[in-house]
C-alpha cells in the first residue's frame, strides 16, 4: 500500500543522503507515517527526521530539508513535500492513489486487510484455560476476547495458528477435590439429609444443579458409597458437565478452540516426570527439605520454585512446566499466553522454566488482561448469584447480545481495567459504538438495495472513472479504508485488539457524515457509479473489520 511504498522512498533518499556525507546515521530509523491531524499538512506526514537528530544530533529542520530534498517526488507518488514544525516532514500525494485503494478492495473483497507478513509461522494462542468447577465467568469472557481476537488478527496476517485452552483438572489439585466434596454435600441435601457443605466449598448454585441432576439419573445409589469414594466419582461426573457446559458457553460468544488440552493427560502420560527429568538432568533442579526444587532464581525468577512437595505430589508449577514444555516439542514458533490479572507473579516462574528445559523464552508471550467491572447508572452491579460471587458470561450475553459484549471487551487496551456500561450496552443509539458500527453496515446494505431497486447495479472499480471523487467527504472516507491493512498488520504485531474496534468506529463515522453531505444515486451517472464503489468498498471494509473482531455484519437493524 502507499505507506509501504513512501517508506521505501523516504528510505532511498535517506540512503541517498549518507552516501553523499549530507547525513551521518549508523542504524536506518523505522519510519513511522500517520495522517496529519489538520488536514491542510498533506496526506501523511513523518518524524523520521527528529528520530536521526536524536540518534547522531544535529537539527531536525536541516536534517528534513537533506530528506526533502533527496525525496522529490518519490517515485512519482509525491506531489510536494514540506518541512514544518520542529521538523516534520508533510507529505501530499497524487490522488490517484486513492483510486488504487478502490480497487484493490474490489479485486480482494473478504481479504482486504489481510496480508502474507506471518509466512505460515507457527503461533500457539491460549486463552480462557478455566478451571472447570464452575461455568465461564464475565472475567473469563474478557479474555476469551482478547485471546480470539489476536488470533483472528494472527490468523488475518498469514500465520497458521492454533487456539487452544487448558484444562485445569489435575485429579489431586485442591480445588477439584473441594469441587467433588461440593457436589457430593449438595447430593446428600438434594435427598433430605442433613450434611454440611465444606468450609473451602463452592457455594453457586450451579453446584446445587448438578446435585439434582445426579438424583435425578442415579437417585439414591450412591449414598451407601464410601465418601472418598463417592466424591471421586462426583468430581468426575461434574467436571464433565462443567466442561461441556464451558463449550457451550464459549461458542454461544462466538469462540471455539483447535484443542482443549487437559491437565490430568500431563500426569497420565507422564510427562510431567519426563520434564522434571529433563531439569535434573540439566542441573537445573536440586532437593531440599525434602522437596524438588526449580533453580528459577538462575534465570531471573525471584526465588527457587518447588517442583515436588515433600509428600511428593507435584506442584502446579511442575505441571505448568511440563505443559510448556509440551508446546515446545508439538514444534511452534512462538507460544502467546492470555492470563488473568491474578497471574502476573507467574510470568518470571513460567519463563524461567522454559529455559531451564533448554527452550528459549522469547518465544514465550504472555499478555496479562486486566478485570471488568459492570457499571449501571455509575454504580457496580451483579447480575446473577448463580455462581457465588461472580457473574457469569451467558448472563452478560443474555443482558446485552454476544455482539455488544465482545465489542466492549475490545474497546480498551487489554492491560487496563475495563468499565462497562450495561445500559449503554444495551441502548439502540449513537452512543452505544457497537450499535453505531453496525448500523453504518446496515445502512450501506440499505443504501446499495435501494440502488439496486432502480436499476442502478455497483459496478467495479477498474469499470469506473474515479477521477469525479473530488468532495472531501469521499476522499476522507477511502483514505480511513487504506489504513485497514496498516493497522491489521500493526494490531496483530502489538497484540492490540483493541485499534479495530476504534478503527470500526471512525470508519463508521467518517462515513455517516460522507452520506449526510454526498447524495449516492443521483443525476450525475459518473458520479453515482463512483459513490457506490466508494460505498460498496466500505461495506467491504467494515465487514471485514467486524469479522476479525467475531462480530456479526448485520444487513438490516
Known amino acids: 500500500m502507499i505507506r509501504e511504498k513512501l ?5 532511498k533518499a535517506l540512503m541517498s543522503a549518507r552516501e553523499s556525507g549530507e547525513l551521518a546515521f549508523e542504524n536506518m530509523p523505522e519510519i513511522a507515517l500517520d495522517p496529519p491531524k489538520n488536514k491542510a499538512f498533506g496526506d501523511f506526514t513523518t ?3 527528529m528520530v536521526l537528530a536524536a540518534q547522531s544530533g544535529g537539527v531536525p529542520r536541516e536534517i528534513a530539508a537533506r ?7 518519490a517515485g512519482g507518488l509525491v506531489v510536494r513535500a514540506e518541512v514544518a514544525g520542529a521538523g516534520f516532514i508533510n507529505l501530499y500525494v497524487k490522488p490517484d492513489w486513492l483510486h488504487d485503494v478502490l480497487r484493490r478492495i474490489g479485486v480482494e473483497g473478504a481479504d482486504y486487510g489481510h496480508s502474507n507478513v506471518g509466512n505460515g509461522e507457527k503461533i500457539q494462542v491460549e486463552y480462557v484455560s478455566a478451571n472447570p468447577n464452575g461455568p465461564i465467568t464475565v472475567a473469563h469472557g474478557r479474555g476469551a476476547a482478547v485471546g480470539d481476537t489476536i488470533a483472528n488478527l494472527l490468523a488475518a496476517c498469514g500465520y497458521d495458528v492454533t487456539r487452544e485452552s487448558y484444562i485445569n483438572d489435575a485429579p489431586n489439585s485442591t480445588q477439584m477435590q473441594n469441587f467433588g466434596k461440593s457436589v457430593h454435600a449438595r447430593y446428600m441435601q438434594a435427598l433430605g439429609k442433613d450434611y454440611p457443605m465444606p468450609e473451602d466449598g463452592y457455594q453457586g448454585e450451579y453446584v446445587m444443579d448438578i446435585a439434582k441432576d445426579i438424583v435425578k439419573e442415579y437417585g439414591e445409589k450412591f449414598l451407601d458409597l464410601p465418601v472418598d469414594e463417592c466424591v471421586l466419582k462426583f468430581t468426575r461426573m461434574a467436571e464433565d458437565e462443567m466442561l461441556a457446559l464451558q463449550k457451550q458457553n464459549l461458542a454461544q ?31 537445573h533442579a536440586y532437593e531440599k527439605a525434602g522437596a524438588l526444587w526449580l533453580k528459577s532464581t538462575a534465570f531471573g525468577d525471584d526465588k527457587d520454585r518447588a517442583l515436588i512437595r515433600s509428600n511428593g505430589q507435584p506442584t502446579y508449577i511442575a505441571a505448568d512446566t511440563a505443559y510448556h514444555y509440551d508446546k515446545f516439542q508439538r514444534g511452534f514458533d512462538r507460544i502467546i499466553d492470555c492470563w488473568g490479572p491474578d497471574h502476573h507473579g507467574y510470568i518470571a516462574r513460567t519463563k524461567a522454566a522454559v529455559a531451564a528445559l533448554g527452550c528459549d523464552p522469547d518465544k514465550l508471550e504472555v499478555i496479562i488482561y486486566q478485570a471488568v467491572r459492570l457499571l449501571s447508572g455509575g ?24 455482539d455488544a459484549a465482545r465489542f466492549f471487551f475490545l474497546m480498551r487496551s487489554s492491560d487496563s481495567t475495563l468499565d462497562f456500561d450495561l ?18 453496515h446496515a445502512r450501506i446494505c440499505s443504501i446499495l438495495r435501494k440502488a439496486e431497486d432502480v436499476g442502478v447495479a455497483v459496478p467495479a472499480a477498474a469499470d469506473v472513472d474515479l477521477s469525479v471523487l473530488t468532495a472531501d467527504g469521499e476522499l476522507d472516507l477511502i483514505k480511513k479504508l487504506a489504513e485497514l491493512p496498516d493497522l491489521i498488520a500493526e494490531a496483530a504485531a502489538k497484540r ?8 470500526a468506529q471512525d470508519l463508521a463515522a467518517i462515513f455517516h457524515k460522507f452520506y449526510t453531505e454526498c447524495r449516492v444515486v443521483g443525476d450525475d451517472e459518473a458520479v453515482t457509479k463512483a459513490r457506490l464503489v466508494v460505498v460498496k468498498s466500505t461495506l467491504t471494509a467494515l465487514a471485514n473489520t467486524l469479522t476479525v473482531l467475531g462480530i456479526s455484519s448485520p444487513d438490516k437493524m
Open 7 to 11: 517508506a521505501e522512498n523516504i528510505r
Open 47 to 49: 518524524n523520521v527526521a
Open 67 to 73: 530528506i526533502v530534498d533527496k525525496l522529490g517526488d
Open 253 to 283: 460468544f462466538g469462540v471455539k478452540f483447535d484443542v482443549w488440552f487437559s491437565e490430568a493427560t500431563l500426569h497420565e502420560s507422564g510427562k510431567v516426570e519426563k520434564a522434571i527429568d529433563e531439569l535434573k538432568k540439566r542441573g
Open 379 to 402: 454504580e457496580i452491579v451483579m447480575m446473577s448469584k448463580r455462581a457465588g460471587d461472580v457473574v457469569l458470561l451467558s448472563d452478560l450475553i443474555d443482558e446485552v447480545g454476544k
Open 423 to 440: 445500559e449503554l450496552a444495551k441502548s439502540e443509539s449513537s452512543e452505544n459504538p457497537v450499535f453505531y458500527v453496525q448500523y453504518a
Open 496 to 503: 492490540e485488539p483493541h485499534r479495530l474496534t476504534r478503527y
